[in-house]
């Protein structure tokens, strides 16, 4: 079945970087455009990129652009999410997700929290 697990949240300060991982199985991962949505304590939830399925295209929201940088393994079956010079607005549950525009499958998330 298709699944997607992401890794690599935690407790950062303001300022620091973190890169998020997640790892898909049961479907052709080369085949498919990816996302990353994130959603704040209490709030809805945001996208934060996607990337096509070669890699070749990324798209940003304006809160993350210059900060956050997508990328994909499509030998490693591998959607990232680098996050640098991070911010307590940052602070969320991220998910990756299959597809673009339209989402097809989440993973179950990982918590990032950016406080000092």
């Known amino acids: 079945q298709v699944q997607l697990v992401e890794s690599g949240g935690g407790l950062v300060q303001p300022g620091g970087s973190l890169r998020l991982s997640c790892a898909a199985s049961?479907?052709?991962?080369?085949?498919?455009?990816m996302s990353w949505v994130r959603q704040a304590p209490g709030k809805g939830l945001e996208w934060v990129s996607d990337i096509n399925s070669g890699g070749g295209s990324t798209y940003y929201a304006d809160s993350v652009k210059g900060r956050f940088t997508i990328s994909r393994d499509n030998a490693k079956n591998t959607l990232y999410l680098q996050m640098n010079s991070l911010k307590p607005e940052d602070t969320a549950v991220y998910y990756c997700a299959k597809g673009q525009v339209i989402l097809e499958v989440w993973g179950q998330g990982t918590l990032v929290t950016v406080s000092s």
């Open positions: 049961g479907f052709t991962f080369s085949s498919y455009a």
